[in-house]
């Protein structure tokens, strides 16, 4: 079974920083492109950033704007997303999702990555900023 485990969220106060991690299992890492959204309440799903492990190639929503980096490990399977600088309006449960690498290649450029299908999911870390 393919499994994502987010871990990491938590409560920051505004202008710190977390890193959440994505310990991914059941597929071969390298072959896949991992990504992270957030979903605050009553909002909808928001593409923060994604990664191609094949050749490293990253994509950040707009709204990140420096503040927020992606990295992987893929001795150890696992994604990174590190949130500096946070903002109250971070507040949301951050998701990590994995899927081919050679379809973010292809089409993610330009904005692509922000229309493609995700296979797998994990089931999400709270991040909460206070002001």
């Known amino acids: 079974d393919v499994r994502l485990v987010e871990s990491g969220g938590g409560l920051a106060q505004a202008g710190g920083s977390l890193t959440l991690s994505c310990v991914v299992s059941g597929i071969t890492f390298y072959d896949y492109a991992v990504a992270w959204f957030r979903q605050a309440p009553g909002k909808e799903r928001e593409e923060v950033s994604c990664?191609?492990?094949?050749?490293?190639?990253?994509y950040y929503g707009d709204f990140v704007k420096g503040r927020f980096t992606i990295s992987t490990n893929n001795a150890e399977s696992t994604a990174y997303l590190h949130l500096n600088n946070l903002k109250p309006e971070d507040t949301a449960v951050y998701y990590c999702?994995?899927?081919?690498?050679?379809?973010?290649?292809?089409?993610?450029?330009?904005?692509?990555?922000?229309?493609?299908?995700?296979?797998?999911w994990g089931q999400g870390t709270q991040v909460a900023v206070a002001s």
């Open positions: 999702a994995a899927t081919w690498g050679r379809t973010v290649a292809e089409k993610g450029g330009d904005g692509g990555w922000l229309a493609l299908y995700w296979d797998y």
């Open positions: 990664i191609v492990n094949e050749d490293g190639t990253i």
